[in-house]
């Protein structure tokens, strides 16, 4: 039990990311398939709309939960904002492309395309979060 406890707390942020990721993701395609599906908004709408929900969940329990951020006082604040919206603007062109190629040029099925665009939205993320937004000297 104690190998598990110490197991635990040396990956305690990857393991608090990867659930936290899932809820994000989970919001994410829920948000992409309630505007595509039921509301009938191009894919490319669905999509900024799923990120913009799925984004705000994401700084929230990012900065809290999984990074334990210790950025105080608003400049901090402010400055961590920026880096983390700003890299996921970055992740949000990806998203653009990859639906745009999958749905548009492979003329895959948009759901399918989604998930596998949150595979790899949720792993570049986690790389940005790690090393640039919320980075610690533990690294």
Do not use: P
Not at 61 to 73: E, M, P, Q, R, Y
Not at 80 to 99: D, H, K, N
């Amino acid at each position: 039990m104690a190998t598990l406890v110490k197991l635990f707390k040396k990956y305690q942020s990857q393991i608090a990311y990867l659930f936290f990721g899932g809820v994000t993701t989970i919001i994410n395609l829920a948000t992409f398939a309630v505007a595509n599906y039921w509301w009938h908004w191009n894919y490319q709408v669905a999509t900024v709309l799923a990120w913009i929900i799925a984004v705000l969940v994401a700084y929230i329990t990012n900065k809290l939960w999984v990074f334990s951020s210790k950025a105080t006082g608003a400049v901090a604040i402010i400055k961590e904002m920026i880096s983390f919206f700003g890299f996921r603007i970055l992740t949000l062109f990806f998203e653009m492309i990859i639906m745009f190629v999958g749905i548009t040029v492979l003329h895959g099925n948009a759901m399918l395309v989604k998930v596998i665009d949150q595979i790899i939205v949720v792993v570049s993320n986690y790389f940005f979060s790690k090393w640039y937004i919320f980075k610690t000297n533990d690294i």
